[in-house]
């Protein structure tokens, strides 16, 4: 089953406004990575948070992670028309069974500013 | 300056032609990987390498084959390709694992694959 789910799927919101997209996820991880992914490019990372953190913060970003949920959400603050880009959450949930180890991606949310 | 480059960037072929994508990484990493994403923006992860072990997901046709000739590289080999290949072929690469968990990926900028 797939790790990683975004919620929601796009999101469209005005400049300056504060955007907030979720992840859950089915396993145990050991961390969890928020992405950023601009139109034809390859993905940026944006943050990571431990399995024993609950709160993380990087310039305009606040990530929460809850364990005890399964889910992780990623705040952005004061939106600016350059934010707009695909966001994806990834697991690390270790070695799995048949699986190769990399990271597991959610779909990810489509975040549009309006300028 | 580029992290982690991709050669090429666009590539489009005949359906039964066999390709390369080629991968690069200046960073000193132990671990490289290739996802695939497909049209929906889904991205999968379909190896892992460390110059020790290569972890292949076995949902990956054995058409795909990995081939590293030094810690820096990790090209991509594919056999007999198929309509449904069609994709963004990124390549990653990361330090490791550090106390059991794997780090941040610093990712390529993708190969847009179209089979024709």
């Known amino acids: 089953s797939q790790q990683g789910e975004e919620d929601p799927q796009a999101l469209s919101i005005q400049e300056g406004e504060n955007a907030t997209m979720n992840c859950s996820y089915k396993t145990s991880i050991n961390n969890l990575q928020w992405y950023r992914q601009n139109s034809g490019r390859g993905l940026v990372h944006l943050i990571l948070?431990?399995?024993?953190?609950r709160e993380k913060h990087s310039g305009r970003l606040r990530v929460t992670l809850d364990t005890s949920k399964k889910s992780s959400s990623l705040l952005i603050t004061a939106s600016r028309a350059a934010d707009t880009a695909s966001y994806f959450c990834?697991?690390?949930?270790?070695?799995?069974?048949?699986?190769?180890?990399?990271?597991?991606f959610g779909k990810g949310t489509h975040l549009i500013i309006q300028p | 300056d580029t992290a982690v480059s991709q050669t090429p960037k666009y590539l489009v072929t005949q359906m039964g032609n066999d390709k390369s994508i080629k991968c690069e990484q200046n960073l000193g990493h132990d671990t490289m990987y290739w996802y695939k994403q497909d049209s929906k923006k889904f991205l999968k992860i379909m190896f892992s390498?460390?110059?020790?072990?290569?972890?292949i997901n076995e949902t990956v046709p054995n058409r795909f084959s990995p081939k590293s000739p030094d810690k820096a590289h990790l090209n991509l080999h594919i056999n007999s390709l198929e309509l449904g290949d069609s994709a963004v072929y990124f390549c990653?690469?990361?330090?490791?694992?550090?106390?059991?968990?794997?780090?941040?990926?610093?990712f390529g900028p993708g190969t847009r694959l179209l089979v024709l």
């Open positions: 990834a697991t690390d949930d270790g070695y799995s069974g048949g699986g190769a180890d990399g990271l597991t």
């Open positions: 990653a690469s990361s330090q490791g694992r550090l106390a059991g968990s794997k780090e941040t990926q610093y």
């Open positions: 948070i431990r399995s024993n953190e």
């Open positions: 390498y460390n110059n020790k072990e290569l972890i």
